[in-house]
Every structure is written in C-alpha cells, then in structure tokens.
C-alpha cells in the first residue's frame, strides 16, 4: 500500500440564495434540503475512507452565493422564479446547462489553479443548477463525465469541476465521483487491450461475463441485472476481493450477492466499490498501481 497521501486543496462555490419572501431562509432551509458545510465533511471522509486515508481533500477556499448561476444562454434564476418552478415542479428554464466559463471567469479560478492555490472545485447548487457531474478544463483536458470546457486551454493545468445537488446525500456525490472515476480509467487505460486493459478486467461485471465478474461499476454491481441494481439477491461468483492483492492478482473467487456491498443502498455499495480501486506502490506496463493518483490528479495521466 502506498504510505503517503494526497491532499488536494479544493475551491468550494455554493450557491444557497438567500429567500427575503419566505422569512430570509436560505433554499436549503426553505425546502428542508442538506446543508453544504455537512455534505462536504461526510463527502471528505468517505473518499478518505474508501482511499485508505490516501487521499486528503482540504477546503483552500470557501465562497457562498446569495444568487444563482448564469446558464448557457444569458438566463439566471431570481427567487420568484425558482421557487416557483420547484413547487409547481414545472417550468425549468431549457436549455439547464450552466455557463462554466462565467463562473470560471467569475470566481478567477484558472488563475487560481495556475498559481497552484486550488487543485478542483465543488460547485453546490440546487436542482436544475445545470452542472454537469463532473467536467474537466485546462491544457489537454479529455472527457470527464462530460466534454472538456471550453475556452480554458490558457491554462496550463487540468482541473476537475464537480457539481453536486444539494437536495441529495452524500451517496449521489460518490455516484459523480465514481463516473470521474470511470472516465478517467478509460482513458488513462486508453491504448492497452486485452488482458492489459485492467481497468476493463476491474469492471467485469456477470451481465456482461458470465462467470467472470470482479467489481462492476457505479451501476452494475458483480449480480445486477440492470441500472441501479445494487440490491439484487441473485448469488454469482466474483473476483472482487482479489483486487485488494493488485497488482498480485491471484485469479481467487467468491460466491456473493447484495450482501456484500449494502443491500441496495447507494452511498454503501459506492464505498465498497471505491474500496476496492487499487492503490499499491509501483507500477504495470507503465501505469502506476495507485489509481487514486489519476482520480485525484488529471495532470497525472499521460
């Protein structure tokens, strides 16, 4: 296991406006949904627990909004009428997507990242804030969930925007950390085939190998059948926990099902599944046996 850690430093921008007609609550408070601060620290400790203490997020920079994001097109949200829209469950602005380079320009974060005084930003918004879960940006940014930023190649470090949705736990924040989980795998493993694609042996799955599943992905655990189906009882056999012995890979199986990793229940099966991501010292054929390292720091991959 590697003995060092990782402590990326992380802007934090979250967009909480304050409600003057309902009593000056914040949106969070008006519809009784999670409060930032504490979604950060469990977010913070869980990937602290699933990287074996590997990785140590540190909040550089905090930044609350009283207002709400610029979309694509011009369009900005005022009180009236994103309460409205969220009460009546209807009438959301299209196109949602959020205008990136505002908010970067805004917020001065290429010059940050440059500087080397934040390593990625969390942005916390509401529903239909229009975040991507996860986008990448800077020199030679590659598909991260999403297509890279536009307009960033100035900088000349990669960095990583999550969005994430406050009126949900901390389980769909692992969900977006585990699809930048995916994207980047993909393509740091881009040019090996084969047996010496191991990110595509790590996400067998016995859907798609029968017989033959190690740790899936973010929606397919080893059994399920389907999208989500973290709860599925059916028993397969798996090489899951042989990849704790990575890269010393022993060809070991068990039989399992839901019960190893939460019976359904998201944020569980996230961990056990990230728990899993090798993080050894040394390398194979050229890729570091840590794969957090990539996770965590784009500019890592080749």
């Not at 389980?171 to 699809?179: F, Q, V």
Request: net charge negative; proline share 4%.
């Amino acid at each position: 296991m590697q003995t060092q850690t990782m402590k990326p430093k992380v802007l934090a921008v979250i967009y909480n406006p304050i409600i003057e007609g309902a009593g000056y609550k914040k949106l969070t408070q008006l519809f009784g949904w999670y409060e930032p601060e504490e979604l950060i620290k469990q977010y913070i400790a869980d990937i602290s627990e699933a990287s074996g203490g590997f990785v140590q997020y540190e909040i550089a920079e905090k930044i609350e909004v009283d207002g709400y994001p610029v979309l694509g097109d011009g369009f900005t949200y005022d009180d009236e009428s994103f309460v409205s829209c969220w009460r009546e469950r209807s009438g959301f602005h299209k196109p949602e997507e959020v205008d990136y380079n505002a908010i970067i320009e805004k917020f001065k974060i290429m010059q940050k990242v440059e500087k080397g005084l934040i390593d990625e930003v969390w942005l916390f918004a509401f529903p239909y804030a229009g975040f991507w879960e996860s986008t990448m940006a800077g020199k030679d940014a590659f598909y991260c969930n999403s297509d890279p930023v536009r307009d960033t190649q100035n900088c000349p470090r990669r960095f990583i925007i999550m969005g994430f949705n406050y009126e949900r736990d901390v389980g769909c924040m692992l969900e977006d950390l585990g699809h930048r989980t995916e994207s980047i795998m993909k393509y740091v493993f881009r040019d090996k085939f084969g047996k010496n694609d191991l990110w595509e042996a790590f996400s067998l799955f016995d859907a798609v190998a029968p017989g033959e599943a190690n740790c899936g992905n973010v929606h397919f655990a080893p059994n399920s059948e389907k999208d989500y189906d973290w709860g599925n009882k059916r028993y397969v056999m798996s090489g899951c926990d042989d990849w704790y012995k990575f890269p010393f890979l022993t060809g070991a199986r068990k039989e399992m099902n839901c019960q190893e990793w939460g019976d359904g229940n998201m944020r569980t099966h996230h961990l056990w599944w990230l728990k899993h991501i090798p993080r050894a010292a040394g390398e194979t054929s050229g890729i570091s046996n840590n794969w957090w390292i990539y996770i965590v720091d784009p500019n890592k991959v080749k």
